[in-house]
Nanobody
Framework: QVQLVESGGGLVQTGGSLRLSCAFS????????MAWFRQTPGKEREFVAA????????RYADSLKGRFTISRDNAKNTVYLQMNSLKPEDTAAYYC????????????????????WGQGTQVTVSS
């Protein structure tokens, strides 16, 4: 079974940066599209970013373009989310997800497209 473990969350001041990591195991990492979502208690999960299985194509939530960057290192079985210029509204639990598909779905931004999920890592941005 595929397992995903996020790390790198924490407390940061407004305007600061964090890099989240997600370690993949239990399958062939390079065969999976990877994504990041975030969620505040009581709200639905929100799409953040996704990266194709070879790393050459990325998708972002429109509101996050220019601040967040998704990448992957297939030699390390790890996907990253670099977050810059953080704002209080970025405060959430961040989850990584894996999709066995090798082509983009028209609803790649939907959590229902993804087969495996990590436990989440908390990011808190102070004002």
């Amino acid at each position: 079974q595929v397992q995903l473990v996020e790390s790198g969350g924490g407390l940061v001041q407004t305007g600061g940066s964090l890099r989240l990591s997600c370690a993949f195991s239990g399958g062939t990492f390079s065969s999976y599209t990877m994504a990041w979502f975030r969620q505040t208690p009581g709200k639905e999960r929100e799409f953040v970013a996704a990266v194709s299985w070879r790393g050459g194509s990325q998708r972002y939530a429109d509101s996050l373009k220019g601040r967040f960057t998704i990448s992957r290192d297939n030699a390390k079985n790890t996907v990253y989310l670099q977050m810059n210029s953080l704002k209080p509204e970025d405060t959430a639990a961040y989850y990584c997800a894996a999709d066995r598909r090798q082509v983009w779905s028209s609803i790649y931004y939907s959590e229902k497209e993804y087969d495996y999920w990590g436990q989440g890592t908390q990011v808190t941005v102070s004002s």
